[in-house]
Nanobody, 128 residues
Framework: EVQLVESGGGFVQPGGSLRLSCVAS???????IGWFRQAPGKERERVSY????????YYTDAVKGRFIISSDKAKNTIALEMMNMKAEDSAVYYC??????????????????????WGKGTLVTVSE
């Protein structure tokens, strides 16, 4: 059984930084894993994800240059380093994953429907 467990959400002021982590268990082959977020009244949207096959990454335009996704394959863990945060980054952040040998993710837009497994989410609030 695949499980995704997030940690690291919280409160941060605009311009500040926060780090999210997700531990994945139960995968037996390559997969894509990353972060989606959902703000109140809005649809769930992609943020960033990474391939375990070739470590290629995707970032949505709104976070490029501010967020960095990384993976530790030995620990089955990914992290999202969020910097220069803005109020519009406030949302529940979900770790999500899908099995498959994804590569060259830079321009591949995966939506929530592509992701098979989800964590419970962690709340991120950016405010004064």
């Amino acid at each position: 059984e695949v499980q995704l467990v997030e940690s690291g959400g919280g409160f941060v002021q605009p311009g500040g930084s926060l780090r999210l982590s997700c531990v994945a268990s139960g995968f037996t082959s390559d997969y894509v894993i990353g972060w989606f977020r959902q703000a109140p009244g809005k649809e769930r949207e992609r943020v960033s994800y990474i391939s375990t096959k070739d470590t290629s990454t995707y970032y949505t335009d709104a976070v490029k240059g501010r967020f960095i996704i990384s993976s530790d394959k030995a620990k089955n863990t990914i992290a999202l380093e969020m910097m220069n945060m803005k109020a519009e980054d406030s949302a529940v952040y979900y770790c999500a994953a899908a099995p498959g040998e994804y590569s060259g993710l830079e321009n591949i837009k995966l939506g929530p429907r592509h992701m098979r497994h989800w964590g419970k989410g962690t709340l991120v609030t950016v405010s004064e």
